[in-house]
């Protein structure tokens, strides 16, 4: 599951997505399938961001890591 916590900061202008494994986080979540190249694919379609309802860029740099990428 990824999540997004929200942040009050207008300033930070990047978002990091994070994992939460055990889906306990408040936010908005959404569930990637845990291959890589399916979090690829849902790059390249903007899935992401439009399955946790956010505009702008989304750091997917701890998702990439979990999934060894």
């Known amino acids: 599951m990824l999540d997004t916590p929200m942040h009050d900061d207008a300033v930070e202008a990047t ?3 994070v994992i939460d494994v055990r889906a306990c986080l ?7 399938h ?4 399916c979090l690829e694919l849902a ?3 903007r ?12 750091d ?7 999934l060894g990428q």
């Open 26 to 32: 408040p936010g908005r979540g959404a569930w990637v």
């Open 34 to 37: 845990p291959e890589p190249r």
């Open 15 to 17: 978002r990091r997505v």
């Open 47 to 58: 899935a992401v961001p439009r399955a946790l309802r956010v505009d702008g860029p989304l």
């Open 60 to 66: 997917l740099g701890e998702v990439r890591a979990h």
């Open 43 to 45: 790059e390249r379609r």
